[in-house]
C-alpha cells in the first residue's frame, strides 16, 4: 500500500455483505420475517390454548339466536333475532350517533370558532373559556354528567313536560311522526329528484356565469326544486298526513317516536367536547388567511359576505380540512364510549355477544373491523373532499 | 461479540416463550409455588362481595376463596380479590388473570361447555326478580307492561328478562348499563320503573344503596333459577376437586354441627365421619394433595355454610335474608352435600 493507485474506470465490487443494496434488502426480509414470526406465534399460541382450555371458536354464533333485546333501535329488532342482527342494530346506533355528532359537531365548533376571532369582547372571552374548560375534561367525566343531569332533573312520564305533542321526561323526548303512508315513498324519489336537479342547475348556471357574466339565484332555485317536488307529490296524492301522536299508557308514552336519555347525553356529550377541538381548527385556518386577501378582495369591492364565501373560506378550508378529518374520526371512535352511560352502540352490543357466547376474540376483531371500515370511510371522503379544494397550481 | 449477543438473546426470548406455553399445565402446583390465590369478585355486591372502606373484603363468595386458602396453605388470608365486572369476569378467567371465579355468577350449560368453564358447585341458590318503587303501585311483575327496566349487559338477567318478557307477552324497555353502581343510580334517579337481577343482589342493593329502603319493594315472582357457584377453566382438574370439596367440607359440618369454634373439641367425636372430615382418620387431605388439616383449616377460617350464610346474608347481615332453598336438605332446604369420604 504504497503511493496512490491508479483510479479505476469502475469502482471495485464490494463484497456481499457490504453491498448497501443487498444489505438493505436483507435487513428488510429479516424484519418482514419477523413480524410475521410473532403473528404466527400469537396465532398459534391464542389457539392452541383454546383448545386446550376447549373454548369455542369461530364465527358460527353470528346466526344464532340473541336472546337479548336492545333498548334503542333504528330498525325492528327483538330477541329471537340472530346476533348477526344484533350487531347491525349496533352499528347503525353508532353510524347515527357519529354522523349527527359530526354535523352538530361542525355548526357549533365554526361558530365558537368564529366567536373567538369576533371584535366583541365579552363574546370572544366567553368562547375561549368554552374552549379552554371543555377540552380540558375528559370526555368520559362529561358523559356522566350529561347523562346525570338528564335523568336527575328530567320529570317521571306522568309528570312529562309538554310543548304541544312533544313531551320531555326522563323516558326521553317523545315527539309526534306522521303514519306511514304509500305516499311517502312517491314524495322521497320527488325529493332525491330535486337534489339531482338542482345539482344540474348550479353546474349550468355557473358555465353561463363563466361565459356571459350573468348571475343566477341558484341557491332559491335548489330550495324550490329540493322542496317543491316533494310538496307537489304530497298535494297531488291529497294530503295523506295522520300524525302518531304519543299519548301516556300505563308506565310510559307510547306512540311517536321517542330519542332516549342516553342518545341525548351521549350526542351532546361527543358535540360540545369535539366543537371545542373544532373552534380552534377553525380559528387557526382563518388565522392562516393573510390579511391581504380580504383587503384585496375588500379594494375589488367585494362585501364582507361575499369576500368571506369567495376568498377567506376557500383559502381557510385547505387549512382546517385536514385536521378537521382527525376530529371526525375522533367523534367516531369516542362515541364508544357509550357503554358507560347505556346507549346500545357496536360494542355495548358486541360486549354482550362475548360475554353470552364467551367467544371474545371474534367479538373483539369485529368491533375492530366495524371502527376500521367507518374511520377509512371517513378518511376517504375527506381526503376526497381535500384534493378537491386543494390549491390547483396553473 | 454483538451477533452472538443477539442470537443469544434470541434463543433465550424463544425458549421463554417455549416455557411459558409449557407451564400453564397443572394450575395446583402453579398456585401452591406463588403462594396465594387470585380470586375474582364481584365489584361490590352486599352479602357476596364487598370490600369496606379499609378495603377488607366480606361476603360469601369472598368466604369461599378464604376457605380454599385455608385448606390449601392453612392461612385463609392468601388469597388476592381481583374485582371483575360482569363483562370482565369470563375472560380474566380464560386468561389466566384469576385463578377461581367467585362472583355470583350462574351456572349454565353455555357457560360449563363454550367458554371453556367448570362449576365447581352451588354456593347459593337464587332466583331472579323485579324490584320496583312502593309508589308505582305494582303488584306484580306481570303489570310492568311497557315498563322501562334497568338490567346488567352481560348476565343471564339479561337473557331471562328478554325471555319471560317473551314468553308472557309483555313488553319491556331495557337500559343497560356496564357499571354496577351506574346502574342502581339509574334505577333510583327514576330512570327505570323496575330494576331486576337475583333477588339476592336486590335484597342487596336495597339494603345498602336505596336512599330510603322503604320506599322500594321486591315483586313476588322470580322468574327464573339462578344457581351460583365458583368456576375455573377447563383442564383445571385437581384444582377444580379442591374447591368443589373445601365448599362440600363447609355444607357436611353443618349436618355435624362442627361450627368454626367448636373444631378442635369436634376433633374427639368418635363419630367416623366426623374423624374423616376433620383429618383425624386421615386420607381426604391426600387424595386432593393438600395437608389432612384442609377441612379444620376451611371450617376454622370462615365457619360451616350456616355460618358463613347467616353471617353475610342471613339474619346477622343487613339484607336478613331467610335461607329459603339454601337450608340444608335435611331442613327443607336443597343445600346437600355429596359424601365426603
Known sequence: MDGIQPPSSTPPRAAPWNDPVIRGYAFQIVVFGGVIALGWWLVANTLENMARQNIASGFGFIVQESGFDIGDTLIDYSPADSYGHAIWVGILNTLRVALIGIVLATLLGTLIGIGRLSTNWLLAKICGWYVEIIRNIPLLLQLFIWYKLITLYSPGPRQAASIGNVFISNRGVQFPVPKADPSHMWMGIALLLGIVLSFFVARWAKARQAATGQQFHTVWASIGLILGLPLLVFVGSGFPLVWDVPELKGFNFAGGVVLLPEFFALLIGLTVYTAAFIAEIVRAGILAVNRGQSEAAAALGLRPNTAMRLVILPQALRVIIPPMTSQYLNITKNSSLAIAIGYPDIVAVLNTTMNQTGQAIEGTALIMACYLTVSLSISLFMNWYNKKIALVER | ?341
Not at chain 2, 421463554?16 to 402446583?29: P, R
Not at chain 2, 365447581?120 to 306481570?142: E, H, P, R
Not at chain 2, 307477552?169 to 337475583?198: N, W
Not at chain 2, 363447609?250 to 362442627?258: R, T
Open chain 2, 1 to 341: 461479540m454483538l451477533r452472538r449477543t443477539i442470537i443469544a438473546a434470541a434463543a433465550a426470548t424463544i425458549t421463554a416463550f417455549v416455557a411459558g406455553q409449557a407451564m400453564a399445565g397443572a394450575k395446583l402446583d402453579a398456585i401452591k409455588s406463588r403462594g396465594e390465590i387470585l380470586c375474582g369478585v364481584s365489584t361490590g355486591l352486599a352479602g357476596f362481595s364487598i370490600a369496606d372502606s379499609q378495603g377488607k373484603w366480606t361476603g360469601i363468595d369472598v368466604d369461599v376463596c378464604r376457605a380454599v386458602a385455608a385448606a390449601l396453605f392453612g392461612d385463609a388470608n392468601k388469597v388476592k380479590f381481583v374485582p371483575l365486572s360482569a363483562q370482565q369476569r369470563f375472560t380474566a378467567l380464560q386468561s389466566g388473570e384469576v385463578d377461581v371465579l367467585s362472583r355470583n355468577t350462574t351456572w349454565t350449560q353455555q357457560r360449563d361447555t363454550a367458554l371453556g368453564l367448570n362449576f365447581t358447585g352451588v354456593t347459593y341458590y337464587d332466583g331472579q326478580g323485579f324490584m320496583v318503587a312502593t309508589k308505582l303501585g305494582v303488584k306484580s311483575a306481570k303489570e310492568l307492561n311497557g315498563a322501562t327496566v334497568c338490567v346488567q349487559p352481560g348476565t343471564t338477567t339479561e337473557l331471562n328478562l328478554a325471555d319471560w318478557a317473551r314468553s308472557n307477552k309483555v313488553d319491556i324497555k331495557p337500559v343497560v348499563i356496564e357499571k354496577l353502581e351506574e346502574i342502581e343510580q339509574a334505577f333510583f334517579s327514576g330512570r327505570c320503573d323496575a330494576y331486576t337481577t337475583d333477588a339476592s343482589g336486590l335484597a342487596a342493593t336495597r339494603a345498602s344503596k336505596a336512599p330510603k329502603p322503604d320506599d322500594y319493594m321486591l315483586l313476588p315472582e322470580i322468574i327464573s333459577k339462578e344457581p351460583l357457584g365458583p368456576a375455573v377453566s377447563h383442564g383445571d382438574d385437581q384444582w377444580a376437586d379442591l374447591i368443589r370439596w373445601t365448599f362440600n367440607a363447609l355444607v357436611e359440618a353443618e349436618e355435624y354441627g362442627i361450627t368454626a369454634a367448636k373444631v378442635d373439641e369436634m376433633k374427639k367425636s368418635d363419630n367416623p365421619g366426623i374423624k374423616r372430615l376433620l383429618g383425624v382418620t386421615p386420607g381426604l387431605g391426600k387424595n386432593l394433595g393438600v395437608s389432612e388439616e384442609w377441612a379444620a383449616n376451611a371450617i376454622k377460617a370462615v365457619g360451616n355454610y350456616g355460618e358463613m350464610y347467616e353471617r353475610n346474608v342471613g339474619k346477622a347481615s343487613p339484607l336478613k335474608l331467610d335461607r329459603g332453598l339454601n337450608a340444608l336438605w335435611s331442613k327443607g332446604g336443597i343445600m346437600y352435600s355429596p359424601p365426603v369420604r
